[in-house]
C-alpha cells in the first residue's frame, strides 16, 4: 500500500518535470524561432530611438560686438492622425491661428499617404500663432479640445539676420530647412557653423532615461566688418547709384596693415531673411557678391601698379621726363591714345599720373619689358584669387606673354588697366602694398572663433612684399601730388591723402566701342599712417562717364564719414597731439 | 550503548522544533528577498525619477536656449542699425560731420581693447565637491589652525 503511493507519487512527480521540460524546450524553441525574430526586430522599434542632436548655429558678430547672423525659434505643426477625430475642424483652426491654407490641410490629414500617421502642416511656424492656436485651445472643452490636441508642435532654430539686408553681401544666406547654404561667411565656415552633431539613443523605458550627452558647441565669428561703417557705405553706395545713374556698385574699406575688411558694401543686396527673393533681386547674370565675384576690367587704378613696378626696377624715377608729343603711342604696331586724344608735351612722372597718361604709362611699361611687368603684375596677386575668407571669389583674368591670346600691345594696353580684369578686392589688396610699407596683407573678414567659451585671434598673413618700401613712399608722395595738383574731387581738407581714379571703356565683341565706362577709385590715408583704403567702382554711371566726377567725389563722402566714425582727427591736429 | 542511545535521544531535537527552524528560515529569507526587493524597488523607482527629472532639465535647457536665441536676436533686431538710427532722428539727433568732432587728450585713456567674447579662464574650476569628502584629517586641523591663528603684520 505504501510502495504503491509512493509510485503513484513518482509518477506524478515525473510527469511534472517532463511538462516543465516541455515548457522549457518550448520556451528555448520559441525564442530560436524566425518568428521570435521578427517579433524581437519589431520590439525593438518600441524600445526607444536614435535621435540626432545638432548644435544651435553659431552666430556672427561685428567687430564691435553687434549680432549680424543669430537664431530664432520656430515650430513644426504636425497632426497625429490616429487621434484626431474632426479633420474640419483642425484645418479651420490651423487656417485661423496658424495661418495655413484650409483646404491644402484638409486634403493633407484626409487623405495622407498609405502607413503615414503624422502628418506635418508647417515647418515653420511663427511662436505668435502657436501660442494664438494654444490659446484657442484652451478655451475648448469636451471633443473639441480633445481633437485639436491632434495637433502637436515641435521647436527647433532657424536662422535670422537681425540686421536684414545690411552686409548680406558678405554674410552670404541659408535657407529655412538649413539645407542650403550660400555664399560668402555662411558657406566658406559652414563646418565651423554647423557644429558636430550628436547621435543620442532614447530609450521609451523611463527607467532606462538617460543623460543627454553634452553636445559641443558650435564656432561663433566675430568679423572684422564695423556695422556702422558698413551700414553707412551701403548708404553712401545706394546713394551715388541714384546720383549718378549706376547701374551697380561695390565699396571696400579695409585696414591696408592688416588687411582687415571693415566695409563691403555693393548693390543690389537682398534680406537674406527672405532669401527668396534672390531671382527678383538678382537677376541670374549678377553675382551675389560683385566686389570678389566679378572681375572686370578696371582702367587707369592700375596705373598706379604700373607705375610702382617701374619705379621700384628703378627703370623710372619721379622726376623722369616723358614727352608726348602726338599723343599716341604704337606698341606692337597698334596705336595707343590718351583719354582726349590730345597730346600733353612734357610730363615728370607725377604728371602722368595726375593726368591719367595712357600714352605715358604704355611707355613706362615697354621701358619695364614685358617679362618685370608682368613679374609684378602676378607678385601684386593680379590674376591669382587673393584668398579672401568668402565663398565665391573669381581670379580675373591676366594674359601672360606664354598665352596664345597674348600679343605685345597687351603689354601697352594691361599698363592702363585695359585688356587685363580684376576684381575689387583684388585692386585693393595690391594698393595696400603702396598704402604701406610694400607689404601686402592677405584680405580678411574673419577677425576671432569663439570656441568653447575661448576666443581665438586669426593673425594677419602678409602673402607679400612685390614693392620696397621705399618705393611706397614714392608713390605716395607722387599720389598725394598728384591729387592736390589735380584739385580732385576726391579732396578733404586737413587729410593727406593719395589715390587714383579710373575710367575703363566696357569691351564688346566688336572691341570698345561702347560709350558706357566702369568709373572707379582708389585711395588711402591718412598718408602718413594709413588707418583706411578705400576702392570703389560705379558700374556705367551715366550723369558722367569719368571717374574724376563719379567715383572721386564718392571717395570723399566715404573719407568724411570714416574720419568721424574711425575717430581720425585731422593731419595736424594727429600730429600736435602725437607729442603728448 | 543503551546509555548512548538515550544521550542522543535526549539531544535530538523536538519535531516541532525542526519545523519551526525550518519555518523561520523560510520567513528569514522571504523577509530578506522582501527588503532586498523593497530597497530594490526604492532605488529603481528613484533612479527612475531622476532619470525624468534629468530628462526634463534636459527640455527645459533646450528652451531656455530657444529662448536666449530669441530674445538676441529680437535685441539685435531692436538695436540694429537702421533702428537705432531712426530712434536718433526722432530724438532730433543728426549724424556729426567731421567739423562737429573734437579732439582732446585724455591722461591715461586706455583705448577699448574690442570686442571679447570669452567667457573662460584659464584658471581651473573650483571643485562642488565639499571639503569632508576631499580633505584627510591633518589637512582639516592644519586649516583649522591656520584659520584660528592671527594673521601676519595683524595689530599688536
Given amino acids: ?580 | 550503548m543503551n546509555k548512548v542511545t538515550n544521550l542522543a535521544r535526549k539531544y535530538r531535537q523536538a519535531p516541532w522544533r525542526t519545523q519551526r527552524q525550518w519555518l523561520g528560515l523560510v520567513l528569514l529569507g522571504v523577509v530578506m528577498t522582501a527588503m532586498v526587493a523593497g530597497v530594490y524597488l526604492n532605488v529603481a523607482a528613484r533612479g527612475t525619477l531622476a532619470g525624468r527629472e534629468v530628462l526634463d532639465l534636459n527640455f527645459e535647457i533646450a528652451a531656455n536656449k530657444r529662448t536666449n536665441a530669441n530674445l538676441q536676436t529680437k535685441l539685435a533686431e531692436s538695436s540694429s542699425a537702421a533702428a537705432m538710427q531712426q530712434h536718433a532722428q526722432a530724438l532730433g539727433f543728426t549724424p556729426a560731420s567731421p567739423e562737429d568732432i573734437v579732439y582732446v587728450v585724455v591722461p591715461g585713456y586706455v583705448p577699448d581693447p574690442g570686442f571679447n567674447l570669452s567667457t573662460t579662464t584659464d584658471q581651473p574650476p573650483a571643485s562642488i565637491i565639499m571639503p569632508e569628502y576631499r580633505q584627510t584629517l591633518f589637512e582639516w586641523f592644519f586649516e583649522r589652525i591656520q584659520s584660528s591663528s592671527p594673521a601676519a603684520g595683524g595689530q599688536q
Fill in chain 1, 1 to 580: 500500500m505504501k510502495n504503491d503511493i509512493f509510485w503513484r507519487f513518482r509518477m506524478v512527480q515525473v510527469a511534472l518535470i517532463l511538462v516543465g521540460l516541455a515548457v522549457i524546450v518550448q520556451i528555448v524553441h520559441i525564442q530560436n524561432s524566425p518568428e521570435a525574430q521578427l517579433i524581437l526586430e519589431k520590439g525593438r522599434t518600441y524600445v526607444g530611438s536614435w535621435q540626432t542632436i545638432y548644435p544651435a548655429r553659431g552666430g556672427i558678430y561685428d567687430r564691435q560686438g553687434h549680432l549680424l547672423a543669430g537664431n530664432q525659434a520656430v515650430y513644426e505643426a504636425g497632426v497625429d492622425l490616429a487621434t484626431m477625430k474632426d479633420a474640419n475642424e483642425i484645418a479651420l483652426a490651423a487656417q485661423i491661428y496658424l495661418k495655413l491654407d484650409y483646404t491644402t490641410v484638409y486634403a493633407a490629414i484626409t487623405a495622407p499617404d498609405p502607413d503615414v500617421t503624422y502628418v506635418v502642416l508647417d515647418k515653420f511656424t511663427a511662436p505668435e500663432n502657436v501660442l494664438a492656436f494654444q490659446g484657442f485651445q484652451e478655451t475648448l472643452t469636451g471633443l473639441s479640445a480633445k481633437n485639436l490636441s491632434a495637433v502637436y508642435f515641435q521647436p527647433h532654430l532657424i536662422r535670422s539676420y537681425p540686421e536684414k539686408a545690411l552686409a548680406s553681401n558678405v554674410l552670404g544666406l541659408i535657407t529655412l530647412d538649413g539645407g542650403r547654404r550660400s555664399f560668402g561667411i555662411e558657406e566658406k565656415y559652414d563646418s565651423l557653423l554647423a557644429g558636430t552633431a550628436v547621435k543620442r539613443w532614447i530609450p521609451a523605458n523611463p527607467h532606462d532615461a538617460q543623460q543627454v550627452p553634452e553636445v559641443p558647441s558650435s564656432t561663433t565669428l566675430i568679423l572684422t566688418l564695423d556695422r556702422e561703417i558698413q551700414a553707412s557705405m551701403e548708404e553712401i553706395l545706394d546713394n551715388a547709384g541714384q546720383i549718378y545713374g549706376a547701374q551697380s556698385g561695390s565699396i571696400i574699406v579695409a585696414d591696408p596693415r592688416t588687411g582687415e575688411i571693415l566695409a563691403m558694401a555693393t548693390t543690389p543686396r537682398i534680406d537674406p531673411n527672405h532669401y527668396w527673393d534672390y531671382d527678383t533681386a538678382l537677376n541670374s547674370e549678377a553675382p551675389y557678391n560683385r566686389a570678389i565675384s566679378q572681375a572686370y576690367e578696371p582702367g587707369s587704378v592700375l596705373k598706379i601698379l604700373t607705375m610702382a613696378a617701374a619705379l621700384d626696377k628703378g627703370v623710372v624715377q619721379p622726376g623722369t621726363i616723358y614727352n608726348d608729343v602726338t599723343g599716341v603711342i604704337f606698341v606692337g604696331g597698334v596705336p595707343i591714345h590718351n583719354w582726349d586724344n590730345a597730346a600733353w608735351g612734357k610730363q615728370d612722372m607725377t604728371g602722368c599720373l595726375q593726368h591719367s597718361l595712357n600714352v605715358c604709362l604704355a611707355w613706362v611699361a615697354t621701358q619695364l619689358g614685358k617679362n618685370d611687368f608682368y613679374t609684378y603684375m602676378q607678385k601684386f596677386g593680379l590674376g591669382h584669387l587673393t584668398g579672401i575668407d568668402l565663398a565665391g571669389e573669381t581670379t580675373g583674368r591676366l594674359k601672360l606673354p606664354d598665352d596664345t591670346d597674348w600679343y605685345e600691345v597687351d603689354l601697352g594696353t594691361n599698363a592702363f588697366g585695359q585688356g587685363v580684369s580684376v576684381t575689387p578686392i583684388q585692386m585693393i589688396m595690391a594698393a595696400s602694398a603702396i598704402a604701406t610699407n610694400g607689404q601686402m596683407p592677405r584680405p580678411h573678414v574673419l577677425q576671432a572663433t569663439v570656441q568653447a567659451g575661448r576666443q581665438h585671434k586669426i593673425p594677419i598673413e602678409i602673402v607679400g612684399t612685390p614693392i620696397s618700401s621705399a618705393t611706397a613712399q614714392t608713390l605716395n608722395a607722387m599720389l598725394v601730388n598728384s591729387l592736390e595738383n589735380e584739385s580732385s574731387l576726391a579732396l578733404v581738407p586737413g587729410y593727406r591723402l593719395a589715390g587714383k581714379t579710373g575710367t575703363a571703356s566696357i569691351p564688346t565683341p566688336d572691341g570698345y566701342t561702347s560709350t558706357r565706362t566702369n568709373a572707379s577709385f582708389v585711395g588711402w590715408g591718412p598718408v602718413d599712417d594709413p588707418k583706411f583704403i578705400v576702392y570703389i567702382w560705379l558700374e556705367q554711371p551715366t550723369t558722367s562717364i569719368w571717374g574724376s566726377e563719379t567715383a572721386a567725389p564718392v571717395f570723399k563722402q566715404v573719407v568724411q564719414k570714416l574720419i568721424v566714425l574711425m575717430g581720425i582727427p585731422p593731419d595736424q591736429v594727429r600730429l600736435s597731439l602725437s607729442g603728448h
